[in-house]
C-alpha cells in the first residue's frame, strides 16, 4: 500500500469524524457554554487534517526531488534567493517599540519581525510586477 492511498484513507476518515462532529454540533443548543468541547474537537480535527497534509505535501515534494537532481538544484537555488530576500528584509527592518492604544507595547524585536514581513512581502511584489512587466514587453516587442 503507497503513501497516496494510505494518506487518501485517513482524509476519508476525518472527513467521517468532521461531518459527525459538526451535525452533532448543529443538533446542540447554540450555547457556547454546552458545546464548547465540540469547538475544541473541530480544532484537534483541523489541526490532525492540516498535519496529515503538510507531512503528505513535504513527503512527495521530497521524493520527487531526490529523483530529478537538476529540479532540486534548482529548488535549493529558489530557498537561497528567498532565504537571502527575507535576510535583507531583516536587515533593513525598523526595531523600534510601538505603543499601542489600550497601553500595551510591542517589543522591538517583534517591531523587527513585523517590518521583516512586510519589507519581505514589498521586495517580493516589486521582484513579481517586474518580471510580469519585463515578460510583457519583451513579448510585445517581438
Request: hydrophobic share 55%; no cysteine; glycine share 4%.
Amino acid at each position: 500500500m503507497n503513501v497516496y492511498k494510505i494518506s487518501k484513507i485517513l482524509v476519508i476518515i476525518i472527513g467521517i469524524i468532521a461531518s459527525i462532529l459538526f451535525v452533532s454540533a448543529l443538533g446542540m443548543e447554540i450555547s457556547m457554554e454546552n458545546n464548547s468541547y465540540i469547538v475544541d474537537y473541530f480544532i484537534y480535527v483541523s489541526y490532525l487534517a492540516m498535519a496529515i497534509a503538510f507531512f503528505s505535501v513535504v513527503y512527495f515534494v521530497f521524493k520527487n526531488l531526490i529523483t530529478h537532481k537538476e529540479q532540486l538544484r534548482r529548488a535549493l537555488i529558489s530557498v537561497g534567493l528567498f532565504a537571502a530576500i527575507v535576510l535583507i528584509a531583516f536587515i533593513l527592518a525598523d526595531s523600534t517599540e510601538v505603543k499601542l492604544k489600550d497601553g500595551g507595547v510591542i517589543s522591538s524585536f517583534s517591531s523587527k519581525l513585523i517590518s521583516t514581513s512586510l519589507n519581505t512581502f514589498y521586495i517580493l511584489a516589486f521582484v513579481s510586477v517586474a518580471v510580469l512587466g519585463w515578460t510583457g514587453f519583451s513579448k510585445f516587442k517581438k
